[in-house]
Nanobody, 124 residues
Framework: QVQVMESGGGSVQAGGSLTLSCTAS????????MGWFRQSPGKEREGIAA???????SYAESVKGRFTISLENAKNTLYLQMNSLKPEDSAMYYC??????????????????WGPGTQVTVSS
């Protein structure tokens, strides 16, 4: 069972930046595609970024050009650099060994190994 822990969320003004971190149980990053997800009240959880074992990245259109996913294997840590934040980016953010934007919403609903998440609030 994979265990993850997200951190780095906070409150910022629109246009600001935050960097989220995700630590996971050992060897997770060598065997899985890792992704970042978010969920705001009343909305379904959505995948927004992913990085595979070869370092290839992909992003949801809503964050492309503003967010950057990266992985530091030596520290078992996944990052999400978020720039030019908008109020609509406000959500709880999660990481998981799933390929972010490529995972069907129906699967995300069934997935059980979510971490506690980290809250991001962007004010206008």
């Amino acid at each position: 069972q994979v265990q993850v822990m997200e951190s780095g969320g906070g409150s910022v003004q629109a246009g600001g930046s935050l960097t989220l971190s995700c630590t996971a149980s050992p060897n997770t990053y060598t065997t899985y595609c890792m992704g970042w997800f978010r969920q705001s009240p009343g909305k379904e959880r959505e995948g927004i970024a992913a990085i595979d074992g070869g370092g290839a990245t992909s992003y949801a259109e809503s964050v492309k050009g503003r967010f950057t996913i990266s992985l530091e294997n030596a520290k078992n840590t996944l990052y999400l650099q978020m720039n030019s934040l908008k109020p609509e980016d406000s959500a709880m953010y999660y990481c998981a060994p799933l390929c972010g934007p490529h995972v069907p919403a129906s699967y995300l609903k069934e997935y059980k190994d979510w971490g506690p998440g980290t809250q991001v609030t962007v004010s206008s």
